[in-house]
Nanobody, 120 residues
């Protein structure tokens, strides 16, 4: 199983980014997908998740500022980040699993992460 995250970068506060997660080696449409993030010196935290059927939830800190989506035909998930703040600076990771959890350790498959840096 391989997950490839991309789309990060440097953006000014208030800006937007669209992250992508390309999946190989699993039947993507049968898996839930999630995004987590980890800032320097902090634990990895839940950002958003989307079920195999398209249902989604968001961390309170990201509600109204991000949108998760997926294209099962292309084995790809997305996370659109808007109204970014400096405190959103982190490495963003995508993950896949059959269980519906917000706990990082319960997700077995991970991408390598993509850096998002928000300048003030």
């Amino acid at each position: 199983v391989q997950l490839q995250a991309s789309g990060g970068g440097l953006v000014q506060a208030g800006g937007s980014l669209r992250l992508s997660c390309a999946a190989n080696g699993l039947t993507f449409r049968n898996y839930h997908m999630a995004w987590f993030r980890q800032a320097p010196g902090k634990q990895r935290e839940f950002v958003s998740r989307i079920s195999w059927s398209g249902g989604s939830t968001y961390a309170d800190s990201m509600k109204g500022r991000c949108t998760i989506s997926r294209d099962n035909a292309k084995n790809t998930g997305f996370l659109e980040l808007n109204s970014l703040k400096p405190e959103d600076t982190a490495v963003y990771y995508c993950a896949a699993d059959r269980a519906w959890s917000t706990t990082p350790k319960e997700w077995p498959y991970w991408g390598q992460g993509t850096q998002v840096t928000v300048s003030s």
